[in-house]
């Protein structure tokens, strides 16, 4: 076996040593550093985006509240401007009615008035056809002057009978 | 026809001696001179942008960056962060050394399959741990060897025990390593000699020569495996020595 002959041990030792103390150097002084610090700085990074991340989330879930608020403001608003309206075209259309209904009221008893005045106007017209139909008649039949102011008592009370009865 | 131990043969390429002891250039130390050339343009060449999003080069050396560093945490525990350097250059260079063995045609020497430098190694390791347990715990560092809860009549025997695994864990350590390379390179070594000697053969036997060749595939995947979980058996060993080290019992 090659390997157990003394006279190699010390040219591959000295080799060894001269190679493995260089390799140290270098990754002691050169590359262990320069990875340590890669792989921090990607650490810090990821951490940096994360803390971001969450403040920018904590900011739309305080948006997303405010909007949410608003819309329940807006709401309630809305809720409350269409209940004063209401209320008010209510008490408008009323007093409108009311308006209108005294108006028309008023009309109802002009015209009444004005039937009543016709109506009797009419009944006096009638009065005054009655007692001269019914003088002329008297004094046709009988020859009879008959005193105007007794035929029309007579008149008066036979249509105020006929007008009784009618009514 | 080589035979399989040859492949582990030292030469000589340029010949140095200083106040006479030897230290000529070998078939060993160009490999070992291979291996740092690599590791170096590994880690340069994935760093050379250091990017926040790492492409695959960078990847890979992040990768085996943060594979130690988390072994290093888990088995031997915070204090141990300064020995990073040293665990990471241990593990990057065995596994280099054994990866280095396995490619073809290039018949790089595996400076592991030598029980020189992997007992070197596991014994700069062995006194660098002990020194480090007394410097961090002082002469308190021998009850390493005295068990807590153990019956005082088996006390004598069983601080013996532990002195001499204490001691065996060089030899352990650097035996495992060394072993493990040679068996798988010899292995592939006679079976590809199987192959060779069939198909120079001819005839019925030619044909015979595919099955010592499927095997070497599938030697090739295990010896890769081996390689790996050789590097990284050593590098988890030292981690638990310097946890020793540093936390005792």
């Known amino acids: ?167 | 026809m080589a035979g399989p131990l040859e492949q582990f043969e030292i030469h000589s390429k340029v010949p140095i001696e200083v106040a006479g002891y030897d230290i000529s250039i070998t078939n060993s130390a160009v490999s070992l001179a291979i291996a740092l050339v690599i590791l170096m343009v590994f880690m340069l060449g994935g760093m050379r942008k250091a990017a926040l999003v790492p492409g695959r080069w960078q990847s890979s050396v992040e990768m085996c960056y943060e594979f130690i560093a988390k072994m290093l945490g888990d088995t031997a525990g915070h204090e141990a962060r300064q020995f990073f350097p040293f665990v990471f250059t241990l593990f990057m260079f065995i596994l280099t050394a054994n990866l280095m063995g396995m490619v073809p045609w290039l018949h790089l020497f595996t400076v592991t399959s030598h029980i020189a430098v992997t007992f070197a190694l596991a014994f700069f390791i062995f006194i660098g741990v002990t020194i480090l347990g007394f410097i961090k715990h002082g002469i308190g560092f021998l009850k390493f060897f005295v068990p807590g809860d153990a019956p005082l009549a088996l006390l004598p025997l069983l601080v013996i025990i532990e002195i001499v695994s204490y001691l065996s864990r060089p030899i352990s350590l650097s035996v495992r390593l060394f072993a493990n390379m040679v068996a798988g390179h010899t292995m592939l070594q006679v079976f590809g000699g199987f192959v060779v000697s069939l198909a120079a053969a001819g005839g019925i036997f030619a044909l015979g020569s595919v099955l010592p060749f499927a095997f070497i595939v599938a030697l090739t995947g295990l010896e890769l495996l081996v390689a790996c979980l050789q590097a990284y058996v050593f590098a988890v060993l030292t981690c638990i020595y310097l946890n020793d080290a540093l936390h005792m019992h």
């Open chain 1, 1 to 167: 076996m090659p390997q157990l002959d003394p006279a190699v041990f010390l040219p591959q030792i000295f080799w060894l040593i001269v190679v493995f103390a260089a390799l140290y150097i270098f990754i002691a002084r050169n590359a262990a550093p320069k990875i340590a610090d890669v792989l921090k700085k990607r650490q810090d990074r990821i951490a940096d985006d994360l803390t971001a991340a969450e403040q920018l989330q904590a900011k739309a879930e305080e948006a997303r509240i405010a909007f949410e608020k608003a819309q329940a403001d807006a709401r309630n608003n809305a809720a409350s401007i269409v209940l004063s309206k209401r209320d008010e075209i209510k008490a408008d259309t009323e007093a409108a009615l009311q308006k209108l209904s005294e108006e028309l009221n008023a009309k109802i008893d002009d015209a009444q008035k004005r039937i009543d005045e016709a109506k009797s106007k009419a009944l006096s017209d009638v009065r005054d056809v009655a007692t001269d139909v019914c003088s002329e008649i008297v004094s046709q039949i009988s020859g009879l002057k008959l005193d105007k102011k007794s035929i029309e008592k007579v008149v008066k009370a036979k249509t105020d009978a006929a007008m009784k009865g009618d009514a």
